[in-house]
């Protein structure tokens, strides 16, 4: 397997002194789950925002380091972001669909790329919408509102307009956490197909859905990497102990 | 007697909402009272000849198509330069200026500028658009003196309006690659629009329904004719109706009624335009 990002002991600390990251070194596998957990304020949702530059919108105090993804550092200046941001396409813990109709949706950033030709857009609609598992639900009515849908269709939604781009990478931050049980089902299903062509970084909303997702799993704890390892290995056989307190439900 | 209370709250509760009701009854009373006296006295004057025809007789007859025409172009100025300077400070303020004490400044200043008496402002653009840059007194220099009176309401409501777009359209719009500018063309500027849209009219009101600004800066008393070019002076509505109502002796009172009554329609056309546009957009907003 090959390594898709290298982060490099990155460090990172917001201006209001909220959350950061310290010294995190990891290395993310293609074409695979890679979940980041642990408790709330443990730098996982800073990770995925860095790894799209998103932070850029953010007030950061200081940050060093390096990311490479593909060999390339994306925290260099010089980068192109809205290259980057169609690559690494991101699915947020609310679903926030754009207040237009689903097949805008799912257009809005390759319009925005520059694709005006009508039969492309319209692939795109349909292949990304199956991959996301919704294209049923929602292939008779594509000009009615997004709004009108459900939480957990407006979350596929989500999930199918970062698909439009054709990304290579996907972050998902908690993408179920406000969704039923079978919404999230069908969430974790279009995962699993989708990590055969995507390499995916899930911020889960619970420890169960971590060992259930993981292929990687890394555990954070106010801002430090604790333990990095293979999902079956991590939680069956955690080394440090504070990885297995958590996993194990004694603290978080 | 905080038992008699307690025992019968549901009528102390009943005693109270009556008397918010009725506060709230009255001050509908003056408005409703001002619009229907101004029409009862003000009507019998409207006819075709009063709404297409020039003053007569020392303005003691005739109609005032100068001063509706001269309101329109005074209307129409002020917008053009209030408009697009006011939406750009608003996009500038809500969406791209950092809070610093810089900023903090611009807005207390906006905030302040909308408690100047309009009066300050005639004089204001006398000095500088009639007189520094030799406008003359014309419609350009009044439009000019009633824009930046309009401006401090423009840009508030704009900046209120635009800031109350949710935040997370903008991140997703820029995670799935948009540039700063194009997110708030596509997403925040169309979902902001009839808010703006109707502190733009709003604000357009007010400037049309002043006397003070353009007093010295592009009304006229009386002319024969329809204003050419932005430089020529203009009658207008609210000073026509001052000059009717003060500087003509015997002047028949339901020309001046009729006056008014125009002016209230002019404005209150405005005022429904704006509410239709508000409340269409609420029933058709996502979020």
Sequence with gaps: MVDKIIIENLSLQYSDGTESLRGISLNVREKAVTVLFGPAGGGKSTLLRCLNRLNDLTEVRTSSGRILIDGENVLDPKVDVIALRRKVGMVFARPVVLP???????????????????????????????LAAIWDEVKDRLDDP??????????????????????????????????????????????????????????????????????????????????????????????????????????? | MKRILARNRHLVQRLGFTGITLMAVLTVIPIVAVVIYILIQGAPAISWEFLSGFPRDGMRAGGILPAIVGTLYLTVGTAVFSVPLGIAAAIYLSEYAADTPLTRTIRIAIINLAGIPSVVYGLFGLGLFVLFLKFGTSILAASLTLSIMTLPVIISTAEESLRSVPQAFRTVSISLGATRWQTIRRIVLKEALPGILTGVILGLERAAGETAPILFTGAAFFLPRLPHTPFDATMALPYHLFVISTQVPEMPIQIQYGTALVLLAFVLTMNLIATVIRSRARAKRQW
């Design chain 1, 146 to 252: 997004a709004i009108a849908l459900s939480g957990g269709q407006q979350q596929r939604i989500c999930l199918a307009r970062v698909l439009a781009l054709q990304p290579e990478i996907i972050l998902l931050d908690e993408p179920t956490s406000g969704l039923d049980p079978i919404s999230t089902g069908k969430v974790e299903a279009a995962l699993t197909e989708l990590k055969k062509e995507y390499t995916i970084i899930l911020v889960p909303h619970s420890v169960q859905q971590a060992a259930r997702t993981a292929d990687y799993a890394a555990f954070f704890l106010q801002g430090e990497l604790i333990e990095y390892d293979e999902g079956k290995t991590l939680f069956t056989t955690p080394k440090d102990k504070r990885t297995e307190d958590y996993v194990t439900g004694r603290f978080g």
């Design chain 1, 100 to 130: 237009m109709s689903i097949r805008e949706n799912l257009t809005y950033g390759l319009e925005l790329a520059g694709e005006k030709r009508r039969a492309k857009l319209d692939e795109a609609v349909e292949r990304s919408l199956k």
